[in-house]
């Protein structure tokens, strides 16, 4: 069953590992010490077999081997766990010497032996390892015998339980204090999400200002920390928009909808004339046709915030799009004596209707606000791989303090005139809406009493840019 804590998940993942590791490094260990006893056994019985091969060149022949052995006992003496034996080398040939506590058994002197070391690893009647080295000698007479030295490995078997015994006592102990230290360690380094919970559960709609703490957090966690902040910011950011857009619209929505109550009320309060009841219609129409701009212009606005509707993107040439809406406009722009100039072209991605869109809020608001007999350009140019198509007119122009927020939603400058005039306070929001949508923006310079330029800058395509 798997445990819900992380905690204890992680502690057990690092206790596991932690243990396979010591048990591998112990049975590296136990290898590495059988090994090298092994080699060292070999060793010694080599150089045994090259002190005797060095005494039995010294003047000694097959009789004196028996008769004279004493060079030969003084190298084999006071080793308990050697035992030598020669032998000549014919088939019935007879033990000239045998020395050792213990007889070797009769079945190795059957093994044949040749100039060339040769080992043999065997057990004997008590259980005991023995390595044995056999070769073939030469004497001083030049004859040839057949040595054959043992090792009694009880010893090393001995070093090797004794090292199991200890490793089997202290592992144990080991695993308990891996266990130990993997739970130390796993509470510490997840300590830090103690505060990612405490914030997450102060967080609500309501209030969204709390942040995570940065300081002393390891790399990963602040990456983490930092990601989760920036996330909170928008949201707060977000709800803020929300709630700010939520309190507009109801501003908005309330003025028409106190004017159609306070007309209906006014005019059904007692019997008029049917020139009365036909004005006061006809008020209530103006003021229901703008709750529908109103709404149009919101579900416009819901329209453009969605991805999707970056789907339908095609190349689009600015300056087409541009004289169309000017010729919507020339009706307009008559009445004021205005001049409508336009310069340049350029291709951009994106789709044909909402650029036309925003060009003609952009327009409008230039015809609108530019005084009689002056001229309003429209300019399109191309610069550090974006387009931009600007929109100038001279007029009263705006302040500076209202420059930042022109394109906030039911934002207004002059906010009489506009309602006056039957705007909705969207006009320029949709407009810098459509831009995100393009992946571009909307932004906007203004000398007051001189001149006002609105600009829309797209991202210059590699597709377009050849078309």
């Not at 019935?92 to 044949?112: C, E, H, I, Y």
Request: aromatic share 4%.
């Amino acid at each position: 069953m798997r445990t819900s804590s992380l905690s204890m998940r992680l502690g057990l993942t690092v206790s596991l590992m932690g243990a396979g590791l010591v048990v591998l490094l112990a049975t590296l260990a136990y290898l590495a010490l059988t090994h090298e006893l092994e080699k060292l056994a070999r060793r010694g019985l080599e150089n045994k077999l090259e002190q005797l091969e060095h005494s039995l060149r010294q003047g000694l022949n097959l009789d004196d081997i028996s008769a004279r052995p004493h060079s030969l006992l003084d190298l084999i003496m006071g080793h308990d766990n050697i035992y030598l034996t020669i032998m000549g080398t014919g088939a019935d040939a007879p033990v000239l010497l045998s020395v050792g506590a213990k007889p070797q058994q009769p079945l190795l002197l059957d093994v044949p032996a040749g100039k060339a070391l040769a080992y043999l690893n065997w057990v004997d009647d008590r259980g005991n390892r023995i390595l044995s080295a056999t070769r073939l000698l030469p004497l001083h007479s030049g004859e040839n015998v057949r040595v054959l030295l043992s090792l009694d490995r009880s010893d090393d078997e001995a070093l090797l339980s004794a090292y199991l015994r200890s490793t089997v006592i202290a592992l144990p102990l080991l695993l308990i204090l891996i266990g130990m230290g993997a739970w130390w360690l796993v509470q510490r380094g997840l300590a830090p999400l103690q505060q990612f919970s405490r914030v997450a559960a102060k967080v609500s709609t309501q209030d969204l200002t709390h942040r995570l703490s940065l300081d002393n957090l390891p790399k990963e966690l602040g990456e983490l920390a930092q990601g989760i902040n920036f996330m909170l910011h928008r949201l707060d950011d977000g709800v803020r928009q929300l709630s700010q857009f939520s309190d507009d619209l109801a501003h908005e929505l309330r003025a028409p909808l106190t004017n159609l109550m306070g007309k209906a009320q006014v005019t059904l309060s007692r019997d008029r004339p049917l020139e009365e009841y036909k004005a006061g219609l006809e008020s209530c129409t103006e003021e229901m046709e703008r709750l529908s701009r109103i709404v149009s212009d919101m579900l416009f606005l819901a329209q453009v915030s969605h991805p999707a509707a970056r789907a339908g993107f095609s190349p689009v040439s600015l300056g087409e799009e541009a004289q169309r809406v000017m010729e919507l406009f020339a009706l307009s722009a008559e009445d004021k004596h205005l001049t409508l100039n336009l310069r340049g072209d350029a291709w951009v991605m994106g789709d044909r209707l909402m650029i036309q869109r925003a060009i003609s809020n952009l327009l409008s608001n230039a015809i609108r606000h530019t005084p009689e007999g002056s001229s309003v350009l429209l300019l399109v140019e191309t610069y550090d791989q974006h387009v931009s198509l600007s929109v100038g007119n001279p007029g009263r122009g705006i302040e500076a303090h209202h420059l930042p927020h022109l394109f906030e939603r039911f934002y207004r400058a002059d906010s009489s005139r506009t309602r006056a005039e039957g705007g909705t306070g969207l006009g320029l929001a949709i407009v810098q809406s459509i831009m995100h949508l393009h992946q571009g923006h909307a932004d906007v310079s203004s000398q007051p009493g001189r001149f006002t330029r609105f600009n829309l800058v797209f991202p210059q395509h590699l597709k377009t840019a050849q078309v």
